[in-house]
């Protein structure tokens, strides 16, 4: 059965609480037990957690109140490097990536060169991991002290992400352009478009419409992973935690750094789970109209 | 008369299964040709060679008396002198409808975005779809989708029309009107070659009736001859069973 599009349930930013009961008395009585068993529920486990033995050295270690604010500011001014790490870096990846994905869907003889060298470009890079090429940019080329290359381990790091999120996201855009139907191709190409236009023009913004939930996750996977160029002594979030710890020898520096990832991954994440929802419904709506 | 198109000794096969054996068809210059053939003789892959969207294995296609086939020629030259129509539609569905018939004499023939938005209109008011002009394809009906991709075509302001069997994906009731498009154009003397299913129209408009019977032309001739007087036996067996379908 498929209701008609005005009644079709809108989608939820968080998951249904209620369960599939939605309306009336019975949807009420349910949302309360729900809201009640899981009270319960969190109840029972901050009861467990509380009163065991270990709790006041968890505590003094982990969520110590002062420790949480002197620590604050600065991993707080590590985080904003990392915010901002992560949108340079996610603006050249949608970039970058979809240049490698359109070139490997080229056709023809003529091209051949040119898909193959993205094809080994993929594949060395997603076989390698995302660690050792920080390290080997990062520390390696400003090593060498090029003359016009920029020597700055956060450029170096921000590029080893680049390179290897691209490859990644590539192989994203590259199933979405094939998910469209090759008589699309085969329209455009009769237009008199040439082979690049009508992936300009036709195929890949039908593409990127196909693709959007698969990118949300690689945003939310970047989020987290901008974190690694740590590694080069750049003073973003987790590397401000460390030296907190380092000096202090408490571990509440990292809680802070924990909560400021999350406070930024959940929502995207809960924004993911929505918006595919939402164009899965849709997709189904036009699909059955 | 000058011949527009022609293809002589025409061979293709997919992996080893031949679909055209060895075809020969001229079509002159205003002249309506009509492909008739069961479904699987090849009707739609000859149509698809004379666009060069699929590469011939043997034989030559001369279009104004140039060998189109020829390696050094550019395909996309070859296209913007002619426009496709599929079963399909194929509309593009993330543009609107004046979008759809603007992208090619916007991007291919270079023409300035005014231009191409008053030909837009003008050619979707002459075959009464003015009103769908900012709609996307699926708010249309299939029989609106098909004219507004005839319209796509036309955009391009071709010398011949190709159509690939446009009323089959169409439910009956809509299949008036798309051929009535057809016929409008016939009435401006393009040169089109159309393959179809519906004979009662081929004896209407064709120039030229062409029976093509596993990858072969079996028959040719005037829609009077091949439809009353057929000589072959496998003509008259393919409209004997056209006609016992009741679609003759």
Redesign the interface.
Known sequence: MTLPPDQTPRPRLWPDLKGSLGQSEEGARSALIAAASTLILIALVLWWVLTSEAWPAVQKQFFNPEHFRAAWPEVVRGFWLNVRMFLVAEVLILGFALLLAMIRSLRGPAFLPLRALVVVFIDLIRGLPIILLILLLGFGIPALQLPGVPNSPLFWGVAALVISYSAYTAEVYRAGIESVHE??R?????????QV?SLR??LV??AI?NVVPALLNGFVSLQKDVALVFILGIREAVRAAQIYNARTFNYTGYVVAAVLFLLVSVPVARFTDWYTERDRRRKQA?GSG | MTTKVEARNVVKAFDDKVVLKDVDLRVDQHEVVCLIGSSGSGKSTLL?CI?L?VPIDDGEIVLDGQLITDPSVN???V??KM??V?Q?F?????MTVQKNIM??PL???GMGKAEASDQAHELLDRFGLLDKVDEYP?RLSGGQQQRVAIV??LA?QPELMLFDEVTSALDPELVAEVLGVIRDLKSTGMTMIVATHEMGFARDVADQVCFLDDGVFLEKGPPGEIFSNPKEARTRQFLQRIVDSGRL
Do not use: C, W
């Not at chain 2, 194929?90 to 993330?94: D, M």
């Open positions: 008589s699309q085969m329209s455009g190409r009769s237009l008199g478009l040439t236009q023009y036709v913004p039908q419409r036009m | 698809k666009n969207l395909p996309n030259e296209r913007q426009g496709i599929f399909a194929n509309l593009f569905p993330h992208l090619s991007r291919v023939h699926d796509r075509a391009t």
